[in-house]
């Protein structure tokens, strides 16, 4: 991978989120009860090695809530959370949601369509 080194030197780049994607995920998670908060797309939220990935093929990078706002990701109550029930229910709702966003993508040729379209647009 460019940038990284044995010292683990590594840039990442800009996260793109395919908008279409992320609807059909935000819908799915609805359908499984849970609450989506949309972030401001321009807001960043840390970095990934997914914003390398996403610079080659569509994708999203979603967050699902297992802890109040204000949690700090990095803290001893998030990794409570993370092998609580609460994290093991958020880790199911993202794994279906996940699953049927592939149905969805797969059982519509109009869809993927949509997807390359953002996809090449946002080049």
Same mark, same amino acid.
């Given at each position: 991978?460019? +940038?990284?080194? %044995?010292?683990?030197d590594?840039?990442y780049s ?7 994607l992320?609807?059909?995920f935000? @819908? ?7 609450? *989506?908060?949309s972030? /401001?797309?321009? %807001?960043?939220?840390?970095?990934t090695?997914m914003?390398n990935?996403? @610079? ?9 809530? *297992?802890?109040p ?13 993370a092998?609580s029930e609460a +994290? *093991?229910r958020?880790?199911?709702d993202?794994?279906?949601?996940l699953?049927m966003?592939?149905?969805d993508?797969?059982a519509s ?6 997807? %390359? /379209? /953002?996809? @090449?647009?946002?080049?």
């Open positions: 991978m460019p +940038g990284w080194n %044995k010292w683990g590594t840039r800009a996260m793109r989120n395919n908008p279409t992320g609807r059909l935000a @819908q799915n998670m609805e359908s499984l009860g849970r609450k *989506i908060q972030l /401001e797309p321009s %807001k960043g939220f840390g970095s090695d914003g990935v996403s @610079q080659l093929v569509p994708g999203i990078h979603p967050c699902i809530a *297992i802890v706002e204000g949690v700090s990701e990095h803290s001893p109550e998030f990794a409570a959370a092998a +994290g *093991i958020g880790l199911v993202a794994a279906k949601a699953a966003t592939v149905v993508v797969l040729p109009e869809t993927v369509t949509k997807i %390359k /379209e /953002e996809f @090449q647009q946002a080049e």
